[in-house]
């Protein structure tokens, strides 16, 4: 029995090489360029889900060699966080992105992500100062550095990032432009269950009840979706999001639930043309986040 694991192991070792160095990532990422290929790259901490397959799919359908990432990151959970207990199911994981066609995966271990002496962080400005910002303090530090880092070792042509976390998408395009790297940001639409929750590596966390529990977020979300849709204002929406979300079994907590310009995170002005609804819950001890992308209708009063 073992020697047949053994195999099955060998054979997925030889289909999907897993890279644990800068060295032999850049080394593999330098090969698949001298053959001419563009190079796509996904950044995750792993427990893969059809989210994450999903931005898979999409560097695969622009023919590039995919390298995907899978590393918890420590610094971007707060010492209250899950850091600990995050699911790290690698040998699934690796088994996953084998089937998806993922050219290279590159896990990493600290040591090689923060060597000793390591002490410098890549500070995001403006917007990283709302929604999720001040419930998480220093988490979007820990993504941008984490980011930049992985971005300087396997050194893509373009990454592709959730809409599913839209600060964290705009805080690394604003990194990117700002830094100057030579990488295009690929924003993938927000996967979900059939009945509307966000896939998320969290959601294992969740009880039964828990889970039907989390729907509301994305309940209260539509409803702020359809007061916009019919002409109300984004305050108006808000609230309708607020009582939504309290009927018929509110969450836990809501760290927030709100309607922001979708550009820049501020409060939505005359001039808005695109709104975001994001809101951040507790239900029992997980935390779960989602949004939704709302375009104005053009006659606005
Ligand atoms: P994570 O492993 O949670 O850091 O996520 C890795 C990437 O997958 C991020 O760019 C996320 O935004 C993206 N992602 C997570 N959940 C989803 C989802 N439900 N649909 C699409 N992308 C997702």
Redesign the pocket.
């Known amino acids: 029995m073992n020697s047949m694991h053994e195999t099955t192991e060998f054979d997925l070792q030889s289909r999907l090489p897993v890279a644990r160095t800068p060295e032999q990532v850049r080394k593999k990422v330098a090969e698949a360029r001298a053959k001419g290929h563009i190079i796509g790259f996904?950044?995750?901490?792993?427990?893969?889900?059809?989210?994450?397959l999903?931005?898979i799919e999409h560097a695969k359908r622009r023919d590039a060699f995919v390298v995907v990432s899978i590393y918890v990151n420590p610094t971007q959970f707060a010492p209250h966080e899950d850091l600990s207990s995050y699911p790290r199911p690698f040998a699934d994981d690796h088994r996953k992105c084998a089937d998806a066609g993922v050219d290279l995966v590159f896990a990493p271990t600290d040591e090689t992500m923060y060597p000793p002496g390591d002490e410098t962080r890549v500070q995001p400005g403006a917007l990283a100062t709302g929604l999720c910002g001040p419930h998480r303090p220093g988490h979007f530090e820990g993504v941008c550095t984490v980011v930049a880092r992985l971005f300087n070792l396997v050194a893509p042509d373009f990454a592709?990032?959730?809409?599913?976390?839209a600060q964290?998408?705009l805080i690394i395009k604003r990194m990117v432009t700002d830094l100057q790297y030579p990488i295009e940001i690929v924003v993938?639409?927000?996967?979900?269950e059939p009945d509307g929750l966000?896939?998320?590596?969290r959601n294992a966390y969740l009880s039964a009840d828990e889970r039907t529990r989390a729907l509301c977020l994305y309940r209260a979300l539509s409803a702020g979706r359809e007061s916009l849709l019919t002409g109300n204002a984004a305050e108006r929406a808000a609230t309708v999001m607020h009582e939504t979300i309290a009927q018929p079994a509110p969450p836990d907590a809501i760290d927030y639930l709100v309607a922001v310009d979708a550009t820049n995170l501020q409060p939505v002005t005359e001039a808005s043309r695109r709104v975001l609804l994001a809101g951040a819950i507790r239900i029992g001890k997980t935390r779960l986040i989602d949004n939704l992308l709302v375009d104005l209708p053009p006659q606005r009063t």
């Open positions: 996904v950044p995750t901490m792993g427990a893969l889900h059809a989210g994450h999903s931005l592709c990032f959730g809409q599913k976390d964290q998408a993938c639409p927000t996967l979900r966000a896939l998320s590596s």
